[in-house]
T-cell receptor, first 112, second 116 residues
Framework: SQQGEEDPQALSIQEGENATMNCSYK?????LQWYRQNSGRGLVHLIL?????REKHSGRLRVTLDTSKKSSSLLITASRAADTASYFC????????????FGQGTRLTINP | NAGVTQTPKFRVLKTGQSMTLLCAQD?????MYWYRQDPGMGLRLIHY???????AKGEVPDGYNVSRLKKQNFLLGLESAAPSQTSVYFC???????????????FGPGTRLTVT
């Protein structure tokens, strides 16, 4: 079963704009991660946020986590054409579970 | 380092045929995983391994078997392929962070399998 549900399923913006993607999940988690997948390629880890953290930054990425609402958001600032990809959230449900449950992804298109 | 590699990249099977997908990692990772990705479904975990000689079932294990005889290799077998197993298969590996409770996964490039 899918733990995370991303919203929107697809997003198209102009280069230079900010892109925001949301992820909701159903059960309590130990941590939440975001991955990027370029077309025809494997997933690449972007950022991890623990359940006791509320916000994290990495370069142009900003991730927030609201455990009371069971939701997370990924913000990409100053988008570039190279950011065109699918973005997935993944949750580890409990400490030491050693496995992730992925959402269905958001397809992001950056128009030049 | 090659990271995570998968063999083959593409394969077409007929219903009832068998095959083995090979995943290899050169990062000395403890954990390895097999996923399948179908359109609009995200990734679903088939089987995983937390160490050499150990395997465990994931979310969708039926119709698949796995083996982890060596730490660096994780094999996924389809004994009797069915059209429902047409998918893109990804292997991943990971290791625990220093706190040993969090980790990230490293993915291979995928194997595109079509069963006719």
């Amino acid at each position: 079963s899918q733990q995370g549900e991303e919203d929107p399923q697809a997003l198209s913006i102009q280069e230079g704009e900010n892109a925001t993607m949301n992820c909701s999940y159903k059960t309590s988690i130990n941590n939440l991660q975001w991955y990027r997948q370029n077309s025809g390629r494997g997933l690449v880890h972007l950022i991890l946020i623990r359940s006791n953290e509320r916000e994290k930054h990495s370069g142009r990425l900003r991730v927030t986590l609201d455990t009371s609402k069971k939701s997370s958001s990924l913000l990409i600032t100053a988008s570039r054409a190279a950011d065109t990809a699918s973005y997935f959230c993944a949750t580890e449900r409990r400490q030491g579970a050693q496995k992730l449950v992925f959402g269905q992804g958001t397809r992001l298109t950056i128009n030049p | 380092n090659a990271g995570v590699t998968q063999t083959p990249k593409f394969r077409v099977l007929k219903t009832g045929q068998s095959m083995t997908l090979l995943c290899a990692q050169d990062m000395n990772h403890e954990y390895m995983y097999w996923y399948r990705q179908d359109p609009g479904m995200g990734l679903r975990l088939i089987h995983y391994s937390v160490g050499e000689g150990t395997t465990a079932k994931g979310e969708v294990p039926d119709g698949y078997n796995v083996s982890r005889l060596k730490k660096q290799n994780f094999l996924l077998g389809l004994e009797s392929a069915a059209p429902s197993q047409t998918s893109v298969y990804f292997c991943a590996s990971s290791y625990p962070f220093r706190d040993r409770v969090t980790y990230e996964q490293y993915f291979g490039p995928g194997t595109r399998l079509t069963v006719t």
